[in-house]
């Protein structure tokens, strides 16, 4: 079944973009700590995640009320550290810290909408179920590194694949399935009244048949069974798709290095 335990009685009092905010540093945290010999620590700075594993997702920082010396410290950290990304989301501090880093030399590599659910939930077929097995997560995360960082080499998709799983202690792994295998395949990230959908993917083959409407439809009827708040970073081709099913931009999620 479909994990629909009011497990939290009601939203959290956060403004949209602070609970963008926190979602997406809880998020990025607990993947983070997965990767091999991963040092994750939070400060009031800012949430940092260093490791050896070449990948942003074991290198980066986030969740940022940077002081100018901690502004220094991201720029340095990016230039050492070839796969480090900062993500900067709106509501981090300074309010000018894109700029500043920018002044720093970092770039913005690439950047992601972030949506809030704003709709009302639909009646439909209940698509995905949880999936809370261990060997299911595996090809459920294996279904999604497949999906999403295909341009990845294959020893760096095999880490992936492991430090996703590995997240299924802190985080809600849904797939459906039909006889060629995962269908398709979504993971819920719950922090304090919000939840975050990530990785939302449907196989190839089985893209523009409405399957994907569908799954976000069962996800926001979820959601406000409940009380939880929805959020999410879509690609910008896909926010027009999203605001169909009641999603609005509310912030910009920016990863910067060097």
Same mark, same amino acid.
């Given at each position: 079944?479909?994990?629909?335990?009011?497990?939290?009685?009601?939203? &959290?009092?956060?403004?949209?973009?602070?609970?963008?905010?926190?979602?997406?540093?809880?998020? @990025?945290?607990?993947?983070?700590?997965? $990767?091999?010999?991963?040092?994750?620590?939070?400060?009031?700075?800012?949430?940092?995640?260093?490791?050896?594993?070449?990948?942003?997702?074991?290198?980066?920082?986030?969740?940022?009320?940077? %002081?100018? $010396?901690?502004?220094?410290?991201?720029?340095?950290? $990016?230039?050492?550290?070839?796969?480090?990304?900062?993500?900067?989301?709106?509501?981090?501090?300074?309010?000018?810290?894109?700029?500043?880093?920018?002044?720093?030399?970092?770039?913005?590599? @690439?950047?992601?909408?972030?949506?809030?659910?704003?709709?009302?939930?639909?009646?439909?077929?209940?698509?995905?179920?949880?999936?809370?097995? +261990?060997?299911?997560?595996?090809?459920?995360? =294996?279904?999604?590194?497949?999906?999403?960082?295909?341009? #990845?080499?294959?020893?760096?998709?095999?880490?992936?694949?492991? +430090?996703?799983? =590995?997240? %299924? &202690?802190?985080?809600?792994?849904?797939?459906?399935?039909?006889?060629?295998?995962? $269908?398709? =395949?979504?993971?819920? #990230?719950?922090?304090?009244?919000?939840?975050?959908?990530?990785?939302?993917?449907?196989?190839?083959?089985?893209?523009?048949?409405?399957?994907? #409407?569908?799954?976000?439809?069962?996800?926001?009827?979820?959601?406000? @069974?409940?009380?939880?708040?929805?959020?999410?970073?879509?690609?910008?081709?896909?926010?027009?798709? @999203?605001?169909?099913?009641?999603?609005?931009?509310?912030?910009?999620?920016?990863?910067? %290095?060097?």
């Amino acid at each position: 079944m479909f994990d629909t335990s009011p497990t939290i009685p009601r939203k &959290s009092a956060l403004t949209d973009i602070e609970a963008m905010r926190l979602n997406v540093g809880e998020t @990025y945290m607990a993947l983070g700590r997965n $990767a091999p010999a991963a040092r994750a620590r939070k400060t009031p700075s800012a949430w940092w995640c260093e490791s050896p594993f070449k990948h942003p997702m074991g290198n980066f920082a986030v969740h940022f009320n940077l %002081s100018d $010396a901690g502004l220094r410290k991201v720029a340095d950290t $990016a230039k050492r550290v070839e796969y480090f990304r900062a993500f900067v989301l709106t509501g981090d501090q300074p309010t000018d810290i894109c700029e500043r880093l920018e002044v720093l030399d970092l770039k913005a590599k @690439y950047s992601f909408p972030g949506l809030v659910w704003n709709g009302k939930a639909k009646l439909g077929d209940e698509v995905l179920e949880r999936n809370i097995d +261990l060997a299911e997560v595996g090809e459920i995360a =294996a279904f999604i590194v497949q999906n999403f960082f295909w341009r #990845s080499p294959e020893p760096a998709r095999r880490a992936l694949t492991q +430090l996703v799983g =590995a997240a %299924s &202690s802190v985080q809600e792994f849904y797939s459906c399935r039909d006889d060629e295998g995962i $269908a398709a =395949a979504a993971v819920l #990230s719950v922090t304090e009244g919000i939840v975050g959908l990530y990785n939302l993917c449907v196989r190839e083959d089985l893209r523009s048949n409405g399957l994907g #409407s569908a799954i976000l439809s069962q996800i926001c009827r979820a959601a406000e @069974y409940r009380g939880l708040r929805l959020v999410l970073q879509a690609e910008e081709g896909l926010v027009s798709w @999203y605001g169909k099913h009641g999603f609005v931009r509310v912030a910009e999620l920016r990863a910067y %290095s060097s």
